[in-house]
T-cell receptor
């Protein structure tokens, strides 16, 4: 069964550095998402992406974040200047269609540790 | 704003028994979706069951069923004949009919005891 994959599984970076988290969505899916989960807290929506544009974003997704689909398979989340509070698990998801009619398939996550 | 509350951080159940996980939510929306996702240890989240708010009939998927009480804004998950593979973190989630972002609860860690 097709799965969403994410790399790396764990990324350690120093405060102020840029990081890029990578995701490969399921191949026929058109909608892509990033979520994050700070340890012990809720999974929070960051952004959704469709047709090479951001379609929705939360207040968390500020100017330090950006997303890109650089080729036909990858979907990336870039954090420009990491802060300690960016330490979290980041989940990518994809779906065939939009809204709750279509299941979002989640990747296993990337644990980001900012020191 | 939408909020989802799961008041049971941890639960356990004997294998083959039935367990119910609680979820309440708050919204001013009239049309929306509710979901239960399961996250096994070191694995990705997978959809367990989905309910559309305008449907009065409770959703059922094999051993998993929900008790959806729209007026009370309650959406509990019942797992019948619990199996060892049901051990996981369970997240309740809300999505507006017009949106595509989830609002998640904090999760309930369920352990099935042999």
């Amino acid at each position: 069964e097709p799965e969403v994959t994410q790399t790396p599984s764990h990324q350690v970076t120093q405060m102020g550095q840029e990081v890029i988290l990578r995701c490969v969505p399921i191949s026929n899916h058109l909608y892509f998402y990033w979520y994050r989960q700070i340890l012990g807290q809720k999974v929070e929506f960051l952004v959704s992406f469709y047709n090479n544009e951001i379609s929705e974003k939360s207040e968390i997704f500020d100017d330090q974040f950006s997303v890109e689909r650089p080729d036909g398979s990858n979907f990336t989340l870039k954090i420009r200047s990491t802060k300690l509070e960016d330490s979290a698990m980041y989940f990518c998801a994809s779906s065939e269609g939009v809204r709750g009619d279509y299941e979002q398939y989640f990747g296993p996550g990337t644990r980001l540790t900012v020191t | 704003a939408q909020t989802v509350t799961q008041s049971q951080p941890e639960m356990s159940v004997q294998e083959a028994e039935t367990v119910t996980l609680s979820c309440t939510y708050d919204t001013s929306e009239n049309n929306y979706y509710l979901f239960w996702y399961k996250q096994p240890p070191s694995r990705q989240m997978i959809l367990v069951i989905r309910q559309e708010a305008y449907k009065q009939q409770n959703a059922t998927e094999n051993r998993f069923s929900v008790n959806f009480q729209k007026a009370a804004k309650s959406f509990s998950l019942k797992i019948s004949d619990s199996q060892l593979g049901d051990t996981a973190m369970y997240f309740c989630a809300f999505m507006k009919r017009t949106g595509n972002q989830f609002y998640f609860g904090t999760g309930t860690s369920l352990t099935v005891i042999p």
